[in-house]
């Protein structure tokens, strides 16, 4: 009997994760609401639509994932419009309703969840319709949108001046424009696309995309108001879908695509002149790199290798035999760059950091007999092993305090100390872990948990290098996402110990049931558990903090240039791309000004990157209040800036850039005193695309520069 209590009580503390981040009560709801319903549109692709009668999109399919997670079943209900469906929830009639938007008005009924996703919108109209560029230009207009949809109470409140055309569905609204019935539709950019290459309804085009937030949703799950429980497993169930799997919901209906690198006259400039750039890498650290004959391989040269197809110089391998000497190398210039290192408070004291492009998981392995490990905070007590060394281990010294971690000479040193016993587990990443045991074999280990704590790789550079800096952050951009999964994948494939569907397991339990329930009352064990239900209860709440903050953070840095507060590169690029297209179809003439600010690395050099940022800084507010309204203006990159002139002749565009010139040229900065810059101006000419303006403009600032700086040059 007692060896039956101690297998019971073992299969009990292998309960899955998801039903550990359940409280009781929410696990009753769910054994009392097996099957929950959830609203599903005809149209509203590629979020959520029906063909042939099959619920499908990707809110379809990521409601179908969290259930998975949580161990509900969901049944659609079809056939509506979204007005019905707004009111089938307030009825009880739908249990969830999802890809919604969180208004006041609807806050007043309604439970949201954390956003998990979100989409733009666009004005489209009749092709040849296009001399609007702002919601307030369509005074006295009429404009379709889904009656119950955000869209329709933003207009009626903000531009009480357009009339609104109430349609039952997106596909409606986009025909009451062909029909005649209204004269442009308010739609979400994916959402419009994906309904007019459908229906072939390619006379409508997007006119301009609406920089007013209020259209800009982002996309949640709902509940009625009292449903709090349900609300709370909703968002539990949401942080255990793993980034793998939204990664490939995304690639599946955004076919999301990175767009192609362009480096600047300058970035060439710089590559030219350095004829090849000269790395360092960790010399042992594989899968992630190593050098083996004398060769780089590893995830580090896969990367690499993506990064070769847009440079046109070389890069070339300085060996080293230690991590310590090839950051000690780039410390004393003898390479211009790492490709795989993390970022450090210490180290950015000497270099500087491209944005995060790879993420490598922190994973602990033990003894086999060890139970799935949910939290580092479970730990309490321990002895676990980390690398010597290791910029992570500072970190974790740090943030957990409950075990105490012991440093080890080597990767394969900390695993033969957790065979022996000597240590209860040994902390590193996913990827190192699983290299080894693929490699060499520890019997009787093997990986009990994945935590949230991860490594953050970036390519560093020493700090003054800010080019290069500028130049890699440009080919990190543009890293396309099914690339870089397809490097992981390569080099990490094993599985570590996860939550895992013990159904047998729990037939058997059935039948103790009532010896469980009576061990657990004398069992300290529940008490134990209870704890690390509220820890884990207490990380989901801040954990959902962090994440909300992140999401608006993202939303804010995917238009705007952190620095100047004005429209980065990618957003700039798009729009000079529309202004492209229009022009070609109306004929309509539009200017192009490239500037940049003479001898900027001189400021830099005498007064430091924070007095340089603050001229950036100077220089975007002065263009911002002092270029038309209709003008676009945009950070190119560095210390280079783009305005887009719509309706602006060539001659029209130089006297104004002749009067922004001598603006800059008296303003009196800040410790810099007077500074000058120098504008290249171009128009469009029949047969232009992005490529041949874009040169010609580079151009004609390179003769500003080279004919003495602060002037105006033009080139047609």
């Not at 079809?78 to 969180?102: C, F, H, P, R």
């Not at 490990?373 to 730990?379: A, D, R, T, Y």
């Not at 074999?441 to 953050?456: A, C, E, H, P, S």
Request: aromatic fraction near 10%; charge should be positive; glycine fraction near 4%.
């Amino acid at each position: 009997m007692k060896n039956i209590l101690k297998i019971i009580i073992l299969i009990t503390s292998l309960t899955s994760y998801s039903q550990a981040v359940l409280n009781d009560v929410e696990k009753e709801f769910i054994k009392n609401n097996p099957i929950l319903t959830i609203q599903n549109e005809s149209d509203w692709k590629p979020y959520n639509y029906s063909e042939s009668g099959t619920p499908m999109g990707h809110s379809i399919e990521y409601m179908k994932l969290l259930a998975s997670k949580v161990g509900f079943e969901i049944q659609f209900v079809s056939g509506y419009s979204w007005k019905e469906y707004l009111q089938m929830i307030k009825t009880n009639k739908l249990d969830i309703i999802v890809n919604i938007a969180k208004t006041p008005k609807r806050e007043a009924y309604l439970s949201f969840t954390s956003p998990y996703s979100n989409i733009l919108s666009s004005l489209y109209m009749i092709e040849g319709n296009n001399k609007y560029e702002t919601l307030h230009d369509l005074k006295g207009k009429t404009i379709s949108v889904v009656a119950g949809m955000v869209g329709e109470s933003v207009l009626k409140k903000n531009y009480p001046e357009i009339n609104i055309y109430p349609a039952k569905t997106s596909l409606d609204a986009l025909k009451a424009v062909i029909y005649g019935k209204a004269d442009g539709v308010v739609q979400a950019n994916i959402v419009g696309s994906k309904l007019i290459k459908k229906y072939n309804l390619f006379s409508l085009k997007p006119v301009f995309e609406i920089t007013d937030p209020s259209f800009n949703m982002h996309l949640h799950m709902a509940t009625k108001k009292s449903d709090k429980v349900l609300i709370s497993i909703l968002e539990k169930a949401k942080l255990l879908i793993t980034e793998e799997e939204q990664l490939r919901l995304k690639n599946k209906y955004f076919n999301s695509l990175a767009t192609s690198s362009v480096l600047s006259l300058e970035d060439k400039k710089y590559l030219d002149k350095k004829k090849r750039l000269l790395f360092c890498v960790s010399p042992n650290w594989y899968p992630f790199e190593k050098i083996e004959k004398g060769k780089h391989i590893g995830m580090g040269a896969d990367f690499l290798a993506l990064f070769q197809k847009n440079i046109d110089i070389p890069f070339t391998l300085v060996p080293t035999s230690s991590w310590k000497e090839s950051l000690t190398h780039l410390k004393n210039k003898k390479c211009d760059f790492i490709p795989l290192v993390m970022k450090t408070p210490k180290r950015e004291a000497y270099l500087s950091f491209t944005k995060a492009y790879l993420e490598a998981p922190l994973v602990i392995a033990t003894k086999k007999d060890i139970p799935f490990i949910q939290s580092l905070e479970s730990l309490d007590g321990q002895k676990i092993g980390i690398l010597k060394s290791d910029a992570y281990s500072s970190i974790l010294k740090k943030k957990y305090q409950n075990f105490e971690l012991f440093e080890v000479n080597s990767l394969e040193d900390g695993l033969n100390m957790v065979v022996k016993g000597e240590l209860f587990g040994y902390i590193d990443a996913l990827a190192s872990i699983s290299y080894q045991f693929q490699e060499n074999y520890f019997n009787g280990l093997k990986i009990t948990g994945k935590f949230d704590d991860r490594w953050q790789l970036s390519v560093a550079v020493k700090n003054e290098d800010t080019e290069l800096l500028n130049i890699f952050n440009k080919l990190v951009e543009i890293i396309k996402v099914d690339e870089k999964q397809k490097i992981i994948n390569k080099y990490v494939n094993v599985k570590y110990e996860h939550a895992v569907d013990y159904s047998i397991l729990y037939k058997v339990i059935v039948i103790f049931i009532v010896i469980i329930l009576l061990v657990l009352l004398w069992n300290k064990r529940i008490k134990d558990e209870k704890k690390k239900v509220e820890v884990l209860n207490r990380k989901l709440k801040e954990n959902e903090v962090k994440l909300k903050e992140m999401n608006e953070e993202l939303e804010q840095l995917s238009s705007i240039d952190k620095l100047t507060n004005i429209l980065n590169r990618r957003k700039i690029d798009e729009a000079l791309i529309k202004e492209l297209e229009r022009s070609k179809r109306t004929a309509k003439e539009f200017s192009l000004v490239m500037l940049d600010i003479d001898k900027f690395k001189s400021i830099n050099d005498v007064y430091g990157h924070q007095v340089g940022d603050d001229v950036l800084t100077s220089i975007s507010s002065l263009l911002s209040k002092n270029i038309r309204g209709i003008d676009i203006l945009g950070r190119w990159g560095g210390e280079e800036f783009l305005i887009i002139c719509p309706y602006t002749s060539n001659q029209g565009t130089i006297e104004n850039c002749e009067r922004l010139r001598q603006l800059i040229e008296t303003y009196n900065f800040d410790k810099v005193g007077h500074k000058t810059a120098s504008f290249g101006v171009t128009t469009y000419i029949d047969g232009d695309n992005l490529n041949t303006i874009l040169k010609r403009v580079d151009t004609a600032l390179y003769k500003a520069k080279n004919n003495g700086r602060n002037r105006v040059v033009a080139e047609i």
